[in-house]
């Protein structure tokens, strides 16, 4: 059920930047990096592990479509795909979202480790 004081349950139509059936796409309102896109459920639920298997296949395609409108637009050299799940992961929004971080040469001078930096001192590790 869509939560009245929820940012992401009535989403205005001018920031719909692309949408299916189930998601929609749109810009991160305080972006990691140029394109930052956050891909969201129209249903409200808080949890990654609440959605439905439809859901899923939605974010999937949205995903898809998300890389092909980033690259054109913003041409980044990789993408950071994530989810946080419950407060102890970071999130703060209790409307669930994937965050999708294109990447670029620079960006960061050590981005070794990607995703494990949600944990710094974790970030860095022998690669086999």
Known sequence: MA???CPFCNPRKE???????????RYDASPVNPGHL???????????????ASEKQAFARLIDDCRR???AR???DGYNIGVNVGEVAGQSIMHMHIHMIPR????????????????????EYPCP
Do not use: M, Q, W
Not at 38 to 52: G, K, M, N, Q
Not at 104 to 123: M, N, Q
């Open 3 to 5: 939560s009245e004081d």
């Open 15 to 25: 920031d719909l930047l692309l949408e299916n059936e189930l998601c929609y796409a």
């Open 38 to 52: 956050l891909v969201i459920p129209f249903r409200h639920v808080a949890s990654y592990f609440d959605t439905t």
């Open 69 to 71: 409108f980033l690259d």
């Open 74 to 76: 913003f041409n980044p």
């Open 104 to 123: 670029y040469r620079g960006d960061t001078a050590s981005p070794g480790g990607g995703v494990r930096g949600v944990i710094p001192e974790k970030r």
